[in-house]
T-cell receptor
Framework: DAGVTQSPTHLIKTRGQQVTLRCSPKSGHDTVSWYQQALGQGPQFIFQYYEEEERQRGNFPDRFSGHQFPNYSSELNVNALLLGDSALYLC????????????FGPGTRLTVT | KQEVTQIPAALSVPEGENLVLNCSFTDSAIYNLQWFRQDPGKGLTSLLLIQSSQREQTSGRLNASLDKSSGRSTLYIAASQPGDSATYLCAVRPKYNAGNMLTFGGGTRLMVKP
């Protein structure tokens, strides 16, 4: 059983560019959440998708947007990249039931120069 | 707004010691609390999940307790090994929330010396 997978592993972009990160949830999971983790800090919640809709959003600007596909996979898009967007981006999947455990992918390391 | 704090931020111990990592949260209205392990530059591995109605969970050498009323959780690691060296994160899921977002602490960086 494949766990949560993310692509690419690493990415280097220039300020002002746009980036798309991808996530495939653990088999059977229908909910995908995205987190940003700056170096030396805990992850910060960006948003969550369920049934192809954004269900919840953290305190991130509109430059951060996402999408969930019918197969439950998801994309995170970031426009007009800033140096401060450099971080590890983590995807987590779970069942819609609130009591269920979340499983995290290996992350995508984004560096903005 | 829920805030999660982990103390200490870093810890170095000799192999074989038993140790306790602390996690505190400001709002006791939580659905559950989860402990994770993170190796440098890697994703998060779930260690233990404690539902709000539970007091503790155990897995091998790990034991996590939850005192919801005081807003505290501890992760106990018995007979520590060098392979336990990693960052340990705790996260809570708010109870009155449409989704199941997690609020994380800043983590405790653990080094176990041979």
């Amino acid at each position: 059983d494949a766990g949560v997978t993310q692509s690419p592993t690493h990415l280097i972009k220039t300020r002002g560019q746009q980036v798309t990160l991808r996530c495939s949830p653990k088999s059977g999971h229908d909910t995908v959440s995205w987190y940003q983790q700056a170096l030396g800090q805990g992850p910060q919640f960006i948003f969550q998708y369920y049934e192809e809709e954004e269900r919840q959003r953290g305190n991130f600007p509109d430059r951060f947007s996402g999408h969930q596909f019918p197969n439950y996979s998801s994309e995170l898009n970031v426009n007009a990249l800033l140096l401060g967007d450099s971080a590890l981006y983590l995807c987590a999947s779970s069942y819609a039931d609130l009591g269920n455990e979340q499983y995290f992918g290996p992350g995508t390391r984004l560096t903005v120069t | 707004k829920q805030e999660v704090t982990q103390i200490p931020a870093a810890l170095s111990v000799p192999e074989g010691e038993n140790l306790v990592l602390n996690c505190s949260f400001t709002d006791s209205a939580i659905y559950n609390l989860q402990w994770f392990r993170q190796d440098p530059g890697k994703g998060l591995t779930s260690l233990l999940l404690i539902q709000s109605s539970q007091r503790e969970q155990t897995s091998g050498r790990l034991n996590a307790s939850l005192d919801k009323s005081s807003g505290r959780s501890t992760l106990y690691i018995a007979a520590s090994q060098p392979g336990d060296s990693a960052t340990y994160l705790c996260a809570v899921r708010p109870k009155y929330n449409a989704g199941n977002m997690l609020t994380f602490g800043g983590g405790t960086r653990l080094m176990v010396k041979p």
